[in-house]
């Protein structure tokens, strides 16, 4: 089945700096890749995604990641941090080759951005 | 912009009574999920919905757990006998296919005490 891992459970980067949160996935098929935010009692919101195509995706709020099929990784990432981005951010993904609407989610990995 | 929504936000409940939550997913949408997650944990699949009947479901998603369509716009998950291990968030979502987007609701926060 697939799977996704976030290794980083925590992730601190000081306002303007530049942000990354680490996705790696396991799938059989072909990856469907996700991103999503959490903020606090709120729901998941969706950021991006990668289906097929440039392997640099951009998506909400200024952030993009980048589709690396030799890495198996879809890391999320932000140019200039912004204090209002301090979330949880999950990476999931859907595996092409079952068909399955079974999407996978990790851990998650909590950003924190400091003024 | 159309939204998921969810209601309740909170519920308390007995442990062995019935809960029912309930979601509105976007109206054009075909597809409705049902996710949890555990306080401090990851989120988890439990269910996929489409043409009035489950398409998959996790391990999760046991005899104690049942989903339907009731009307139009509704989709509900039950759970018939509430365990302790059952408090959680959970999440409606829905998508116009099986392999598109889910768009995910607020949530609803489940207490079995």
């Known amino acids: 089945a697939q799977s996704v891992a976030q290794p980083e459970d925590q992730v601190n980067v000081a306002e303007g700096n530049p942000l990354t949160v680490k996705c790696t996935y396991s799938v059989s098929g072909n990856p469907y890749l996700f991103w999503y935010v959490q903020y606090p009692n709120r729901g998941l919101q969706f950021l991006l995604k990668y289906i097929t195509g440039d392997n640099l995706v951009k998506g909400s709020y200024g952030f993009e990641a980048e589709f690396n099929k030799s890495q198996t990784s879809f890391h999320l990432k932000k140019p200039s941090a912004l204090v209002s981005d301090s979330a949880l951010y999950f990476c999931a993904v859907r595996d092409d080759l079952y068909n399955n609407n079974d999407m996978r989610f990790g851990a998650g990995t909590r950003l924190t951005v400091k003024p | 912009e159309p939204e998921v929504t969810q209601t309740p936000s909170h519920q308390v409940t007995q442990m062995g009574q019935e809960v029912i939550l309930r979601c509105v997913p976007i109206?054009?949408?075909?597809?409705f999920y049902w996710y949890r997650q555990i306080l401090g944990q990851k989120v988890e699949f439990l269910v996929s919905?489409?043409?009035?009947?489950?398409?998959?479901k996790s391990e999760i998603f046991d005899d104690q757990f049942s989903v339907e369509r009731p009307d139009g716009s509704n989709f509900t998950l039950k759970i018939r006998s509430t365990k302790l291990e059952d408090s959680a968030m959970y999440f409606c979502a829905s998508s116009t296919s099986g392999l598109s987007t889910q768009y995910f609701g607020p949530g609803t926060r489940l207490l079995v005490l």
């Open positions: 919905f489409y043409n009035n009947e489950i398409s998959e």
């Open positions: 109206s054009n949408h075909l597809y």
